[in-house]
Structures are given as C-alpha cells and as structure tokens.
C-alpha cells in the first residue's frame, strides 16, 4: 500500500509539474505575441493634401493609439472619404495604413474596415494639429461666403505664399472683393518688401488669417483710389480677390484667379477640364505675373529638361506682351499656336511683334494638355521683327 501510494504521489506530481510549465509556457507565448502585435515600431501622419507629415515618436502616445485602434467598432463599409490624411503603423515587417478626414473614424483599404476609435480620436488630434501647422495652402472659400467672415473693418493677416512674409490689414470696403489698407507704416514697409521695395500692380497668391481661419487669396500690390487709415504710409487701399470674386466691373479677373487656386494648392484640379488654349492662357498669365515657376508646371518637362529648369530658363524672360493669337492648327492630339508678342530678355536683349509658336500636346497627368518645352527655344534665338500690330502695353494683362 505504501510502494502504491508513493507511485501515485509521485505521478501526481510529475503531472503538477507538468501542467505548470506548461500553463507558464502558453502564459509567456501568448505575451509574446499578444506584445508584438500590439508594439507599435514607428508611426507618420502623411497629409493627402499638400507635402506634409509628422513622425510620431512619443511612446506613450503611441501606446495609446495602438490602444484606442485594437479596441475600435468595426464595422465593414461606411462613408465615402477623401483621405485627407494617412496614418501609417509599422510593427515589425508588418504595415498597416489607414485614411481618414477626421481621426475618430479610420478606413483601412487593406482589409475594407473602418474603425470607430472610442476617445473620438483624440489620441490623434496633437498630430494633426502639428501636420497642418505645415500646411501653406488656404481654404478654397467662396466669395461671398468670405464675405461673411471679412466684414467691413475687421483686421486680418495676410501671409505671402512664396516668400512667408506677412502684415495686418484693415478691411474698409467692397463689394466683388475686399478693399483693405495696411494698418501702420510698418505693414506698409512689409507689404513693399513683398513686392521688391515698389509698389507694382502685379498679383500674387497670399493666404488671409482670420478668426481662426486661413483664406486662400490673391493681392495686388498698387496703393489706389481712397484711403482713410493715418499714418500707414500707404496712399489708398489695395484689392484681395478670392474664389470667384470679381472686379469693380463685374468681372473675373484670370491673374487674381490663377493666384487663388495656387494659394489653396488647386491649380491642377482647376485645369482639370482645360482645353489646349486655356492653358496658353494661363501660362501667359503667370508669366506676366513673373511667377515662373507657376507657368513652368503648364510646360511638358523632358529627361533632358526638368520642371526647375523650365522655370529657370522662364525667368530669363523679364516681360511679355502679346498682341495675337492665331487659330490652332494640327490633328486630334496636338494643336499649336502661332503668337505675335513682344518681349525683354534679362541679358537687354529687346524684339518687337516676334513670332512664337506653342505646341500643346495631350498629358497623361491632372492637367490634359501641355505645352512642349522645346518652344522656348524661341525666345533665346533671333527673332526677325515686323511691322505688325503693336502688342499690348507691359503692365496690362496680356489677354
């Protein structure tokens, strides 16, 4: 009886032992992977909309982001998105992406879900406010809804697109857009800074802060008509244009447009439906604008030719006037465009009613027709003047 009890006593603790190590093998290899799926390696918010991320690199927020997706509403379907924004998790070799517009609900394109997180995403709210801290562009606001916002005598900023420069402004009147005038001497100098140290009729694409929003919109830089803020250096007001706003005499203007939809970072999907002479116009537009780099992005780059040196080369031409532009010729694809114009050089180099031609070919991209870079070979050869119609003055819009 004893010989049998001491067996028994011995199998059954071999078997605790057993099970035990066991019991703690499947405890640590279910840490194991339940640790490595939930270990967050890296993390980025990518902005769909403009060239912009931030690295997210705080532990604990990362932590709990992994928390608040692992314990999300799934749910398989939802609303349609843009995908303003695109968070993506690495674990491992493993990716994870996800879109969103607002960060309590995600959609994951790998597997169709879309996630509800629980804290409404607010794990994701410091990111995205740092993300569009990045963002140059202004919002694509209508006219009329602006005017809501802007109204007579409020203060704004206006931040200039290229250069980041900006000053405070005063609206005092307008009714197709806003009249405004600077609020010292000192905006006045900043504003004069922007555009070369004088004042100039030239458009430029600027966004407009106000009540916690930024505007997308176009300035000109002429201090006219009246002007009723003292001491401000500025004889007059000047005008800001935004979407669809017209002139005093109730027209679109295409240099203040162009502008705007560069301010909000829309030039190509405004010249989405564009035909063949659109986009010589609005080439010819930037360009009397002195915004190269915006004409060179209407411009067919090539392996040996490049977007920077299209505009590079762009710049040698310092102005532009056209008097005439001929009817297309050519086939399905290709149209071209005999243009008499006038122009200057930036090596003094000065020709009178000079033929150009533009050869617009279909695009593969956003934009569905560009121009060939090859054309600008033109400019830098000699032209042989005529004594045809006098362009248009420099300083006027050239269509």
């Known amino acids: 009886m004893r010989v049998t009890a001491f067996r028994v006593g011995r199998l059954k603790g071999k078997a605790l032992l ?3 190590v066991c019991c ?4 640590f290899c279910w840490r194991s992977v339940h640790n ?3 270990h967050i390696d890296t993390a980025e918010l990518i902005s769909e909309t403009f060239p912009g991320k931030v690295p997210l690199v705080d532990r604990e927020s990362l932590n709990c982001i992994d928390d608040r997706i692992s314990n999300a509403r799934v749910a398989a379907g939802g609303e349609h998105i843009k995908g303003r924004y695109k968070l993506v998790l690495t674990r491992g070799k493993k990716v994870q992406t ?3 517009d607002k960060p309590a609900n995600l959609f994951e394109p790998q597997t169709g879900k879309w996630l509800t997180l629980s804290d409404d995403g607010k794990c994701l709210d410091y990111a995205v406010k740092q993300l569009e801290g990045k963002n140059p562009y202004g919002e694509f606001m209508m006219w009329e809804e602006v005017d809501e916002v802007f109204r007579k005598y409020d203060k704004a900023r206006v931040v200039d697109f290229d250069t980041g420069l900006s000053f405070m402004v005063q609206r005092r009147a307008g009714r197709n857009h806003a009249d405004v005038q600077p609020l010292t ?5 900043i504003m004069k800074k922007i555009y070369g140290g004088r004042w100039s009729w030239k458009r430029r694409a600027v966004v407009l802060e106000i009540k916690g929003r930024r505007i997308a919109a176009s300035m000109n830089g002429m201090p006219h008509g009246a002007g009723t803020i003292a001491g401000n250096d500025f004889n007059g007001h000047f005008c800001i244009h935004f979407r669809d706003s017209k002139t005093h005499t109730e027209d679109k203007n295409d240099a203040h447009q162009i502008m705007v939809w560069k301010a909000a970072g829309t030039v190509e999907e405004m010249l ?3 035909g063949p002479e659109d986009i010589i116009r609005f080439m010819l537009v930037a360009m009397e604008q002195n915004d190269c780099a915006l004409a060179a992005r209407l411009f067919q780059p090539t392996s040996q030719v490049s ?4 505009a590079r080369r762009l710049d040698n031409i310092r102005w532009l006037a056209v008097a005439r532009i001929s009817k297309p010729k050519g086939v399905k694809d290709t149209h071209s465009y005999n243009l008499l114009v006038s122009y200057g050089l930036s090596d003094g180099t000065l020709v009178r009613n000079g033929n150009v031609t533009f050869t617009l070919v279909r695009n593969q991209g956003q934009i569905p027709w560009k121009i060939k870079s090859q054309n600008l070979d033109q400019f830098f050869q000699k032209q042989k003047e005529t004594g045809q119609q006098e362009p248009a003055l420099r300083g006027e819009t050239i269509i």
């Open 307 to 310: 977007e920077k040196e299209i």
């Open 98 to 100: 996800y879109y969103f």
């Open 18 to 20: 057993v099970l035990t």
């Open 36 to 38: 490595f799926k939930e």
């Open 272 to 274: 989405a439906n564009a």
């Open 185 to 189: 001497a000192g905006d006045s100098a």
């Open 24 to 27: 703690l093998f499947i405890f």
